[in-house]
């Protein structure tokens, strides 16, 4: 039986936390490799799409996440890359352009 995990989500907006649901099933037990297959080969295989995506294999899409800590661990996780299709893509927001501009004018009090 072939499973995956989903963001049941019709928004879309927590499919961020994706891999913090893997992080939980981790903590229930299932090893971490087979939690990250939930997220990633399995999901990409039920969608029919492992062709392109779901392993970092040549040939494939380079669509991936690079983070300091525990991926799969909200607690410890800090992203620091991030691919889609074997391209760089900006991690700054309005949120860290505001936190970068007022970081210093309050942290000295």
């Not at 661990?73 to 691919?83: C, E, K, Q, S, V």
């Amino acid at each position: 039986l072939l499973v995956g995990l989903q963001n049941a989500d019709a928004s879309n907006f927590q499919t961020r936390n994706l891999p913090f649901y893997a992080g939980q099933v981790v903590g229930q037990g299932l090893e971490k490799e087979k939690a990250v297959q939930l997220i990633t080969g399995n999901t990409a295989k039920i969608l029919g799409i492992d062709a392109l995506y779901g392993t970092l294999e040549e040939g494939k899409s380079a669509t991936l996440f690079i983070s300091e800590g525990d991926a799969l661990d909200m607690r410890g996780n800090i992203l620091t890359h991030a691919f889609i299709d074997g391209r760089s893509i900006s991690l700054e927001t309005h949120q860290t352009k505001l936190w970068k501009r007022y970081m210093g004018k309050y942290s000295d009090k």
